[in-house]
């Protein structure tokens, strides 16, 4: 039997925000002192009123704008109710039928269009810690600080077909969170959170209709898979991976898969069951009274949009199509904003001296091949490495050298230019007695010299390599070039 | 009007027992009935009642002292090193039907 694979992807990004979502507690929770950014809103006091914070909201505008999703022009908040002991007001204020952001989407590297059904802001929960004890019965430690954090939701269509997929989608919305500064979307600090739910189906027996699984005829859907606790952008893909394989082979030994919600353990590579889930999900839905309608007006939509840059996906597009840049590169370049800033800033600088497409490669071989590698945490000077860069351009250094220079300066903290500069003056020290140095290897290679003048020209490499070790690499390989073919007629 | 009680417990995650059930049960279908008389009222025409206010007026992002620990845990009947302490055990104590 073959199967399809039918993947819905939600994200939860905790935004980057100085205070809570409808409190006024600030929101850097990590590695605090327990229950000490928490007052009666955060805590679900009675009769504490929730203030929604315009900064939050902005940044899940601003997530919807970068996901080509249609803005709102009213906010509505609604409270989803169920009893845990992270949820201290018994229910979460989130958005139920009308979410600030919805019908986006993102563009994969393989050119696959990933559907957004919506983005809705809502509010983390309070941190727990269950512990068992040998003196008492069980028992859970939680911390609220976290409760109140503003966090956003992304919920796509059940439209993904590959844990590769999945696995890119995340990639890019950590990318974009990054790139606009939403969110630093540390997965392994909680900041991303991804759930993916998975079911296969019979191939040709489904159809998608407006985000939809349909059964076509007779045939009778297979439930979904639900998986938590994934502390990775690989372990989406890991998770994904082996769900299919484990619902491929209950299928095929004649069981029927049940609707549930299953954990990822990082440690053993595995999915575990954690709870059937044979009734939907019983949230008692209702408009939040305590927090009047947001009217947004499309001047304040046009505001956020000016925060908008220019996204990975469309300076990998860019790089590749004005400068020729290999998918490779410009995706690696690009992955981060740092990176891509430090590439098109050195590509400006290039481009005083160069054509466009050559700066752009150039730009993009250094960063590649040398830079990328050396940068730990000093970032290497820009005029510094454009003089470099450019010296090489000109003939003037081999590009060994010139590598081997960098590492140097770096390692050392010494300084490039004047290292430049004493290069140079060797260099042209050098050029002085070239003419002997070039005598000198032609008497010691007289068999090079026969060859050559006996038509193998390839050994003019060879001869040209000589000399430059001979002055340690400080002259112009084509100068020497130049010599060594009028001396050899 | 049927309502489930036994359910709506479960999701508040209190426990009844049978007794409890058949006394509650036609007490809460009771209380809903009269709520439901509203439904008879004609709200033709009427703008629902909801207060707006405009994005610009929204709080700004600025934050400000919380509460000490040692308030916000005053409430907690038990506490552990600064956490509030529950006991249970939080998964599927209670069986949803
Ligand atoms: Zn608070």
Known sequence: MEYDTIIGLEIHVQ?????????????????????????????????????????????????GLATDCTIANEIYFDRKHYFYPDLPKGYQISQYKNPICSDGSV????????????????????????????????????????????????????????????????????????????????????????????????????????????PIGDYELNPKVEVKNIGSITAVEKAIEFEVERLTKELGEGRKPIQQTRGWNANKNITEFQRSKETADDYRYMPEPDIPVIEVSNDDIERIKSELVELPHEKITRYMNDWGISQYAAE??????????????????????????????????????????LEGDKEIDMNDLSLLIMKFKEGKITKGKAEEMLKDCISNNKDISDELDMFEKSASDN????????????????????????????TMGFLVGQVMQATKGASNPNDVKNILIELLK | MKIDVKHTAELSRITLTPEELEKFTPQMETILESVTLLKDVNTDGVQPMKAHVKFDELREDVPQESLTQEEVLRNAKHKEAGFVKVYGKVFGDIEES
């Open chain 1, 431 to 458: 050029a002085g007695n070239i003419q002997d140095i070039v005598k000198q290897v032609l008497d010691n290679n007289p068999k090079a010299v026969s060859d050559y003048k006996g038509g193998k020209e390839a």
């Open chain 1, 332 to 373: 690696v370049i690009s992955a981060s904003r740092k990176d891509a800033s430090y590439f098109e800033k050195l590509q400006t600088l290039l481009f005083e001296k160069l054509e466009a497409k050559i700066a752009a490669q150039e730009a993009a071989n250094w960063l590649m091949g040398t830079v990328f590698a």
């Open chain 1, 15 to 63: 935004t980057k925000t100085n205070s809570k979502m409808f409190c006024t507690c600030p929101t850097g929770y990590f590695q605090k002192e327990p229950n000490s950014h928490v007052c009666p809103v955060c805590m679900g006091l009675p009769g504490a009123l929730p203030v929604p914070n315009k900064r939050a909201i902005e940044l899940c505008m601003l997530m």
């Open chain 1, 107 to 214: 563009t994969l590297p393989n050119g696959f269009e990933v559907k957004i059904e919506r983005i809705h802001q809502e509010e983390d929960v309070a941190k727990s810690t269950h512990h068992t004890s040998t003196s008492e019965s069980d028992y859970s430690l939680i911390d609220y600080n976290k409760s109140g954090v503003p966090l956003i939701e992304i919920v796509t269509k059940p439209c993904i077909r590959t844990a590769k997929d999945a696995k890119d989608f995340a990639t890019q919305i950590r990318q974009i969170a990054r790139y606009l500064n939403i969110s630093d979307a540390d997965m392994e600090k909680g900041q991303m959170r991804c759930e993916p739910n998975i079911s296969i189906q019979e191939k040709g027996r489904w159809e998608e209709k407006d985000g939809k699984i349909l």
